[in-house]
T-cell receptor, first 112, second 115 residues
Framework: KQEVTQIPAALSVPEGENLVLNCSFT??????LQWFRQDPGKGLTSLLL?????REQTSGRLNASLDKSSGRSTLYIAASQPGDSATYLC???????????FGDGTTLTVKP | EAQVTQNPRYLITVTGKKLTVTCSQN?????MSWYRQDPGLGLRQIYY???????DKGDVPEGYKVSRKEKRNFPLILESPSPNQTSLYFC??????????????FGDGTRLSIL
């Protein structure tokens, strides 16, 4: 059974810092990995999706990498801002298509 | 506006009273899925549907039913709700027929309390 772990569970940084969030998964037989953002009381917003054949994806200040063989992904946030404060979740989709497993998330606080 | 719409957003009900949470998407997505989110347990998949009339179990399907009679709708049915089904529920959809290649879009959630 796939297990997804996110470290750290919580992170507090001053505004302007670059930071890295980590996601690891136990079964490397995945089709893709997706990073989401969740604000309190809200649904999930997709940030980046990496296909299993890709190594990284970039969107603005966000960069996500994938090392499928080692079962790891990182989300890099450059020049963090208070508006980046949220919970960040990673999810892997299985090769059998359709089945998704989520990590517990990293709660990020960016202090002005 | 492209969106996934869940109703109701909030519901308080009692044990054993059948209820349905509706989910509708206007993006012509083939793939739809239901999740529940609980403190300390994260987001867990209940059921998913690859296309009309095709559904499959996720990790926590017990106590739930789904149906996919048309592409846009994917209702979640609790035939006999129990307090352990108190949770925050999310519906999601994706453009790919396999759900593999495209990002999932989420609804705003349904907060369900069963007394």
């Amino acid at each position: 059974k796939q297990e997804v772990t996110q470290i750290p569970a919580a992170l507090s940084v001053p505004e302007g810092e670059n930071l890295v969030l980590n996601c690891s998964f136990t079964d490397s037989a995945i089709y893709n990995l997706q990073w989401f953002r969740q604000d309190p009381g809200k649904g999930l917003t997709s940030l980046l999706l990496i296909q299993s054949s890709q190594r990284e994806q970039t969107s603005g200040r966000l960069n996500a990498s994938l090392d499928k063989s080692s079962g790891r992904s990182t989300l890099y946030i450059a020049a963090s801002q208070p508006g980046d404060s949220a919970t960040y979740l990673c999810a892997v989709t299985a090769l059998n298509a359709g089945k998704s497993t989520f990590g517990d998330g990293t709660t990020l606080t960016v202090k002005p | 506006e492209a969106q996934v719409t869940q109703n109701p957003r909030y519901l308080i009900t009692v044990t054993g009273k059948k209820l349905t949470v509706t989910c509708s998407q206007n993006m012509n997505h083939e793939y739809m899925s239901w999740y529940r989110q609980d403190p300390g347990l994260g987001l867990r998949q209940i059921y998913y549907s690859m296309n009309v009339e095709v559904t499959d179990k996720g990790d926590v399907p017990e106590g739930y039913k789904v149906s996919r009679k048309e592409k846009r709708n994917f209702p979640l049915i609790l035939e006999s709700p129990s307090p352990n089904q108190t949770s925050l529920y999310f519906c999601a959809s994706s453009t790919s027929g396999t759900g593999r290649g495209q990002p999932q879009h989420f609804g705003d959630g349904t907060r369900l309390s069963i007394l």
